[in-house]
């Protein structure tokens, strides 16, 4: 193979699993894992604690300059810190998800992390989640996946993952659903790298199936793109 490390790419929409399964594979094969996600909840942290809105896309210009982001691994689990902060506690709450996706539209915002994520994929054998990951972050993956489900499931899902963290924040099933819904349409319409799976992308609905079944189809995946 012509790459110096191997590459995993994982998109998808919010609450198919990528992160679940990211970590699975990446704890198997030994690879750095690299949520690009966290990066833009790591910024949506900053900004709404400093009372940012995230819609206001000239003044996250601004204050750019001023955050600094770092990723700390402890055990090969990513810790996102913010100017010296740990952030990653406050990553999963519903007001920093919705702050994400917003700020993931602006081209000065994408632009910023575009690099950071690059020069970790070049560093080791990785695996990494993300929407663009497969289309604009790493085009030349060894492997491309794209992750879906239907929007019903993954609400459920949303809804359990924030009840155990104790993260709902008066949100309910109802509107989880149609955050989600609110979520894939700005993701995939969005002017600079929507939301789609690339072209050579393995995909693979995760609706029905078990976490060990969507990591197995992974590997044999990664295996066949080895032996070829």
Known sequence: MSEKYISI?????????????????????????????????????????????????????????????????????????????????KLRTEAVSRAASVISQFRTVRSRLLEMQRELAASADTVMDGRDIGTVVLPNATLKIFLTARPKVRAERRYKQLLELGQLDGATLESITKDIEERDYRDSHREIAPLKAADDAVIIDTSDISIEEVEAAILRALQNKINS
């Open 9 to 89: 790419a994982i998109d998808g929409p919010s609450g198919v699993g990528k992160t679940s399964i990211a970590k699975k594979i990446a704890r198997e094969k030994g690879y750095l894992y690299i949520d690009t996600g966290a990066m833009f909840r790591a910024l949506s942290v900053y900004f709404l604690g400093r009372g940012i809105k995230a819609e206001d896309e000239e003044a996250i210009g601004r204050s750019l300059k001023d955050v600094h982001l770092d990723i700390r691994y402890e055990d090969r689990t990513q810790h996102m810190i913010v100017n010296g902060e740990d952030v990653t506690s």
